[in-house]
């Protein structure tokens, strides 16, 4: 037996969790179940994070949660659950399998089968956000190689265990240079030590319309958070319905599962609701906690309704279907075929495995790190960027002199274009143009120059090289 942690969640939430726990109990889940209250609820209760601290143990005891959705109240103040949850319990690996039904579920992708693997605690989810002048705000994005190592790692043996033959990166890695750049690198790297799996790598505008024009050219696809979130809604939309997808949040100790859809609070208490998305939820976790015989039988028994042409009001079609059922009609249909196997589509026959064991994360050596300047962020509300360079020309130490001023990014001094339009946000850039190490004294020097000048700097970012090689951007335009 195995104890998990359900949240029967809020609209739909509750009808789509019972009529899977029924389906679970009729298929043989060898599963205890301890029940907690999460979201809406306990939101407007007062507690802001959406769940309470016992329940939280409840979680960290049994390692593995079962979880219908949630609504997230309106207006400020909530913090997502879900990336509350993910962050909390470092699940790093978020898996999406996404696979057509055709001809019994409307798609114009009949032979879409791809799984995504996506990137569940970095990125720009860090939310670590702040007003920095009256005109910009600023979002962090934080890429670490640990966390670039694990998913990608991740998603090879997820390829190796689950006999997927391709591993695809996306990643913008021809703007931001640094961060997807990096994640690109390990990718290489990694890549390199699994020659038995195909991979490959697309700029993620490029590889999402490939995506969407031809899915079924791509096996397992692994990238940052930000698209990963993106290009999962997009394959499950174009396999036919995001009512049929489910994902698992995948960390080292524990274990999340989850449809992928919302609370459906437009259809929530009518028993219409699809249910399969958290069935196929379930089967992932039956995988996971090593109870495979269930996880197949519940899978070719759900595969066997589909193909009866017994659906849901979502992916009913007069011409493919031949009953539309409500919600606990479909879980009844399901418990009834369990056992069988499916005609049309190929049963699916799941293997006990050990789960996915990541090697430990191991340090490189240490870089060599030499500070050469730093970028001093200005709120000036000029608009002339030869103004404010000859007040900061004025601020120079031993090493550091003003050499660059850019605006969101973009060089306007030297020799800017007029045409440039500039707001209140200016990075100047201080540096040494002789090669010699910057002490940090000589970057408080500038700072309190600065301070001297009036000038109201409202940020810094130190220039470093790592390994003799420049680790920061150029200005556009330099
Ligand atoms: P949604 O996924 O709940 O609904 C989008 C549309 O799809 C609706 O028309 C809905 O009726 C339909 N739909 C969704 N699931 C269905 C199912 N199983 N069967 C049939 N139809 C289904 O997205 P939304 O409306 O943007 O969000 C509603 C609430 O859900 C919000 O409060 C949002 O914050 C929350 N949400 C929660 C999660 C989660 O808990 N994992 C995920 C996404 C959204």
Redesign the pocket.
């Known amino acids: 037996m195995k104890r998990i942690t359900v949240a029967k ?4 939430g509750p009808e ?1 969790m019972d009529a899977t726990l029924e389906i679970l109990k009729a298929a043989g889940a060898r599963i205890e179940i301890d029940e907690i209250e999460i ?1 809406e609820k306990v939101y407007l209760s007062g507690n802001t994070s959406g769940i309470a601290s016992e329940s939280w143990n409840s979680i960290l005891t049994n390692k593995v949660f079962f ?7 309106q207006g400020g103040g909530y913090k997502s ?2 990336v509350t949850t993910r962050k909390s319990l470092a699940l790093f690996a978020n898996v999406r399998p996404c696979k057509s039904y055709h001809p019994f579920v409307r798609t114009k992708h009949e032979d879409l089968d791809l799984v995504i693997v996506r990137e569940n605690e970095e990125d720009l989810y860090a939310g670590i956000e702040h007003q920095q002048t009256d005109e910009v705000v600023q979002c962090l994005k934080l890429i670490s190689r640990p966390g670039c190592e694990k998913i990608v790692r991740y998603a090879f043996e997820y390829a190796r265990t689950n006999n997927r033959k391709k591993v695809t990166c996306f990643t913008k890695d021809n703007i931001m240079k640094q961060t997807d750049g990096m994640f690109h690198q390990v990718f290489n790297e990694i890549a390199a030590e699994y020659p038995d799996i195909e991979n490959d790598h697309y700029i993620v505008d490029i590889g999402s319309a490939r995506l969407a024009d031809t899915p079924e050219n791509f096996d397992v696809i692994v990238t940052l958070n930000l698209y990963g979130d993106v290009i999962s809604d997009i394959a499950a939309q174009i396999a036919g ?3 049929l997808g489910g994902s698992s949040n995948i960390g080292e100790e524990c274990a999340m599962f ?10 929530a208490g009518k028993d ?6 958290l069935i196929q939820a379930s089967v992932m976790m039956m995988n996971h906690i090593g109870q495979s015989d269930v996880a197949e039988k519940i899978e070719n028994a759900w595969l066997k309704t589909i193909e009866d042409g017994i659906h ?3 992916i009913y079609k007069p011409e493919l279907s031949k009953e539309k059922v409500g919600t606990k009609a479909f879980a009844q249909a399901v418990i009834e075929r369990l056992g069988q196997t499916p005609s049309q589509f190929k049963p699916v026959k799941y293997e006990a495995t050990e789960g996915i064991k990541l090697v430990p994360y191991t340090r490189k050596e240490y870089a060599k790190k030499k500070l050469k300047g730093v970028d001093a962020f200005i709120d000036w509300n000029g608009i002339d960027p030869n103004e404010l360079a000859e007040v900061l020309t004025n601020i120079t130490t031993s090493n550091l002199k003003l050499t660059m001023i850019t605006n969101r990014g973009i060089k306007v001094w030297p020799k800017g274009f007029k045409e440039t339009f500039c707001t209140d946000h200016w990075r100047c850039r201080f540096m040494t143009d002789n090669g010699a190490e910057v002490g940090k004294d000589e970057i408080i020097s500038v700072l309190s120059q600065a301070e001297g000048l009036n000038m109201d700097v409202i940020k810094t970012e130190n220039l470093y090289e790592f390994d003799g090689k420049p680790a920061f951007s150029l200005g556009q335009g330099q």
């Open positions: 969640g809020d609209g739909i789509i979201g979880k219908a959705p949630i609504t997230t109240p659950l879900n319905s995001v009512g989850e449809a992928i859809h919302g609370s459906a609070p437009d259809i219409i609701a699809n249910p399969s998305g849901t009001a979502d």
